[in-house]
């Protein structure tokens, strides 16, 4: 941390802060607290987990729709700092709501869920894209890790006060229910959130941007479609798109529905609590490990490394019936889920032309957004249908398979980038 420029720090701290959400609410505890209040609402298993797939769709489908244009508004000055801080906002407020709806509303609960969705997923679009402004483009593999590095480690400190809320008022060692602990961690989550983002706000400055003109989001639109006429010249850049809409769709809906698949198969709350903060530790070398390998390797490579290992995974997991299974599953994912998406974010950042870089990672943020839709879906339906989790979670199998086969079409970065070039 002390080799790197405040900016890249600021930016970098983000990655520390909103990692409370990910691990907290859309893994560990919140899934949990929504499969316990929908069993109390007499709703089966395998249906709370298909509403539970649904409505992560549903609510990235919204975001996802309002992308690009949100990217190509962002372009002109002043405009980036300003929507990352709406939807930052809307954010923290529904995540704090969580903490207040009563237990037994749970379609509430969900509501409230898929709000705070919407904004965790806006924001990133903007903080994805502020990474060609806080540092160099030969520094981007390590900066984009050390991100997904620090969130791994600073999102383990409230993971380990919300377990031990939760773990002590189990065994009435402290004077809480359970859903009242529940609830203290959804604040902790907001607060931890919230603090964390300051440094961002403070610091990091839009570096890169078009001037302002008179009607922003009319020029917004008209630039969107002159990117569209010029697709042709973008063609390697969408084919990566394309690539990163499968193979990501499959690593976040794992991330997504890892919760709700261990509660399905038996295994403990208290286990899977200590499973995930085991996941969390181990991942944040392995991110570092990837962007050094990646150095040396090339990014392409690497990415083919964790889709490969991903595939081992959904294989795995059809036979999983253990606590020790999951246990060997969970490290699997920690080998590589920073690693590939860190990666993906730096390959991405390197290729788009930078005064347009909000609205190519518009694009970047639809692509990422709309293959979580199709992921949870897919393994909803097919555990309704089923009956049986591992089915769902080995229906994944397929879209890293397309994901591999498509990107072992994209050209080296460096063929991409005389591409841009010629486009500019």
């Not at 790197?4 to 919140?30: G, P, R």
């Not at 209040?37 to 489908?61: E, Q």
């Not at 994944?396 to 970065?413: C, H, K, M, T, Y």
């Amino acid at each position: 941390m002390s080799r790197m420029s405040k900016q890249e720090k600021s930016w970098v701290f983000y990655d520390w802060a909103n990692s409370a959400y990910s691990i907290l609410i859309t893994t560990a505890i919140f899934p949990l607290y929504f499969k316990a209040a929908a069993k109390d609402a007499g709703l089966a298993a395998s249906t709370s987990t298909a509403y539970w797939g649904y409505a992560n769709s549903f609510a990235t489908l919204l975001i996802s729709i309002c992308a690009p244009i949100l990217g190509s508004i962002a372009d002109f000055k002043g405009f980036k700092k300003r929507f990352f801080a709406f939807f930052f906002g809307l954010g923290i407020v529904f995540t704090l709501l969580l903490s207040v709806v009563p237990s037994n509303q749970w379609l509430i609960l969900l509501i409230c869920y898929m709000l705070t969705v919407i904004g965790f997923g806006g924001t990133n679009i903007f903080y994805d894209a502020f990474l060609v402004d806080v540092t160099t483009e030969d520094r981007m593999n390590q900066i984009s890790s050390k991100g997904f590095a620090m969130g791994y480690i600073g999102s383990t400190i409230p993971f380990i006060i919300s377990i031990a809320l939760i773990i002590l008022s189990q065994q009435n060692i402290i004077p809480l229910s359970v859903t009242v602990a529940s609830q203290a961690a959804f604040a902790i989550t907001a607060l931890w959130w919230g603090l964390f983002t300051i440094p961002m706000l403070k610091n990091v400055q839009q570096v890169y941007y078009k001037e302002r003109v008179p009607n922003p989001i009319a020029n917004g639109f008209k630039q969107l479609f002159e990117t569209f006429k010029k697709i042709k010249l973008y063609r390697p850049l969408f084919l990566f798109l394309l690539a990163y809409f499968f193979y990501i769709d499959g690593v976040n809906t794992i991330i997504t529905m890892s919760t709700a698949y261990g509660s399905d198969l038996g295994i403990t709350s208290n286990n899977l609590l200590i499973i995930l903060f085991a996941t969390q530790v181990v991942a944040a070398p392995f991110a570092i490990l990837y962007a050094r390998l990646a150095d040396k390797f090339k990014g392409k490579t690497m990415l083919l490394v964790g889709i490969f290992i991903y595939i081992v995974i959904c294989t795995y997991a059809y036979f999983l019936k253990t606590t020790l299974d999951f246990w060997i599953l969970a490290m699997l994912v920690a080998s590589s889920q920073g690693g590939i998406q860190a990666l993906s974010r730096s390959y991405f950042a390197k290729l788009v032309p930078k005064e347009s870089v909000n609205e190519f990672f518009g694009f970047y943020s639809i692509f990422y957004k709309f293959a979580a839709i199709l992921g949870p879906f897919l393994v909803g339906l097919t555990a309704q249908i089923t009956g049986n989790t591992n089915s769902g979670v080995f229906s994944l199998i397929v879209l890293f398979i397309i994901g591999a086969l498509i990107l072992l079409r994209v050209p080296e970065a460096n063929s991409i980038q005389k591409s841009n070039s010629i486009s500019q």
